[in-house]
């Protein structure tokens, strides 16, 4: 026998629910807009409490890593990652976000391993192709690096990145006229591109071009005077009687 009032009390637990529901959805959305105006602390508080009560959204966990990745807080960017792929598995951007860290640490079989899932997941996935490309280089396959950032530039043509690294791979595949041109278009998009100026000037004087070279790095030197590699490349060019205009 159904006591008084079971349908009622069934209607009313489900308006509460959805209450919850809808006050939560709410809080993430302040959250994020939080974040994205660059109030990590205040979008941090409500992530932590949405998160303690059981809320679940793919950008809940994945903004919650990268808020712990951007102060450092390495392991516990690793947690709230992992928890991301836990619940949403055929969302890329935990997969390639953590292939970056785990890429950084240097555990390569595990990032190689993310990355191609995030590829996997979304093949135009522009950033985790580079990512890839770049462990690729890191463990000297070359030929896999330069497919792999020459996709993620036909995806997004204004990468700076991947023209200054597929200019990298290039240099080490021998490849220095094309190495040139892909990192002159990296300077096109950014002028003041220091670690581009830097790699041009070597390949400028790999291409027999020493002034230009010189000048490069003079540029260089002006945005971070204090690199001791930069400082030894120009050392070594002015030593070679280069004249520079």
């Keep these: 026998m159904k006591g008084f009032g079971g349908k009622d009390h069934k209607n009313k637990i489900k308006e509460a629910i959805s209450f919850v529901n809808v006050e939560n959805d709410e809080i993430l959305k302040r959250a994020l807009k939080e974040h994205v105006n660059g109030n990590s602390l205040e979008a941090a508080k409500s992530y932590q409490y949405l998160i303690e009560k059981g809320f679940k959204d793919p950008r809940l966990f994945s903004n919650y890593a990268a808020i712990f990745q951007q102060r450092g807080e390495i392991d516990k960017a690793i947690e709230f990652y992992k928890k991301s792929i836990k619940f949403f598995p055929n969302r890329p951007e935990a997969y390639s976000n953590l292939g970056l860290i785990l890429k950084n640490q240097g555990n390569l079989n595990e990032a190689e391993f993310l990355l191609k899932q995030a590829i996997q997941i979304r093949p135009d996935f522009a950033n985790a192709l580079m990512n890839l490309g770049c462990l690729y280089g890191m463990i000297g396959k070359l030929n896999e690096a330069k ?97 520079s205009e």
């Excluded at 003041?192 to 041009?200: C, G, R, S, V």
């Excluded at 204090?226 to 400082?231: A, G, L, R, V």
């Design 147 to 243: 497919s792999s950032l020459c996709k993620a530039i036909e995806i997004n043509p204004n990468s700076i990145e991947s023209y200054y690294n597929l200019g990298t791979i290039l240099r080490d595949l021998g490849e220095f006229k094309e190495a040139e041109k892909i990192t002159k278009r990296a300077l096109e998009l950014k002028s003041d591109f220091e670690p581009a100026l830097a790699n041009l000037s070597l390949l400028l004087c790999s291409n027999g071009k020493k002034e230009e070279a010189l000048i490069s790095i003079k540029k260089a030197l002006l945005i971070n005077p204090n690199s001791i590699e930069n400082n030894l490349i120009k050392t070594v060019l002015e030593s070679k009687n280069v004249k």
